[in-house]
């Protein structure tokens, strides 16, 4: 499931383990993740302390927890 916000996407996974995500020639910043639904309405509204907006990694992969969130730029 993919949801926008401010140029930014939520992924959601909906398993019971974890699941790797990759964009195919494309590279992101992980700007967070979590466990469960996400519980924000949108990006705007998730706590600082969750986010690492300051130097997070460059990847074109990153693991999604289970039934959990990855917020990414």
Request: hydrophobic fraction near 35%.
């Amino acid at each position: 499931m993919w949801s926008s916000g401010v140029g930014k996407q939520t992924l959601t996974a909906r398993l019971k383990m974890g699941h790797p995500m990759h964009l195919h020639g494309h590279k992101f910043w992980v700007l967070g993740t979590g466990s469960g639904p996400f519980p924000y309405a949108t990006v705007k509204d998730v706590p600082s302390s969750l986010l690492n907006l300051h130097n997070p990694p460059y990847r074109d992969t990153t693991e999604l927890p289970p039934s959990g969130w990855a917020v990414i730029r």
